[in-house]
């Protein structure tokens, strides 16, 4: 299967590897100074551009990145989730960050389900992370909702060296284990 052929599907969701098209909402969650806060700060749009071509390159290069979620009904662009790895990270990330007029409805849960799955099944992935902003309760909240636990504090590579993040995490078999819990909104399972 081709990149431009990998497709996830959720219930409300389509998971996929970044096009073009998803630029300008991907701009915007950048340049929003509460969204990206906890993401290294709002940029330009021009930064907002290099920053957008991590992903596809990732894909490129690695064989896997964030996918691009996008709203089923609407086929409107939401946010990214999935495996990220850049060179000295702490380990194997599932990370996360979505449009604001995405927020409070459950998407994110439902997105970062999707790619867990997948990331476990595709890259053999033994276990995965989530690198937090301790003041970044709303991603808590969804770690928790995944099922993983605070780890403590690792320190990032440059350029991010001076973030302060937390690591969130779990392994296969606390994922498996925890397959059965519904994790609504529709027990949004989609690779077992």
């Not at 996830?8 to 969204?35: M, S």
């Not at 991590?54 to 086929?75: K, L, T």
């Not at 867990?116 to 991603?139: K, M, R, V, Y």
Request: proline share 7%.
């Amino acid at each position: 299967m081709s990149l431009a052929e990998l497709r996830l599907e959720t219930p409300r969701l389509i998971l996929r590897v970044p096009r073009i098209e998803d630029f300008d909402r991907f701009a915007e969650l950048q340049g929003d100074a509460d969204a990206a806060r906890h993401i290294g700060g709002a940029v330009s749009r021009t930064e907002a551009w290099r920053r957008f071509l991590w992903q596809p390159g990732a894909w490129q290069v690695q064989g896997f990145g964030m996918f691009a979620v996008i709203e089923r009904d609407s086929g409107r662009w939401l946010g990214q989730t999935g495996p990220w790895r850049p060179e000295g990270w702490p380990g194997n990330e599932i990370g996360y960050a979505f449009h604001p007029d995405a927020w409070g409805r459950g998407y994110a849960l439902e997105a970062a389900t999707a790619a867990i799955d997948w990331s476990l099944q595709a890259l053999g992935w033994d276990e995965f992370i989530h690198c937090i902003a301790p003041g970044n309760t709303a991603s808590q909240k969804l770690a928790t909702r995944l099922g993983s636990t605070l780890r403590g504090p690792a320190a990032l590579p440059p350029p991010h060296a001076h973030m302060t993040v937390d690591v969130w995490g779990q392994t296969r078999a606390q994922w498996l284990r925890n397959s059965a819990r519904d994790m609504s909104p529709g027990n949004p399972r989609s690779i077992t």
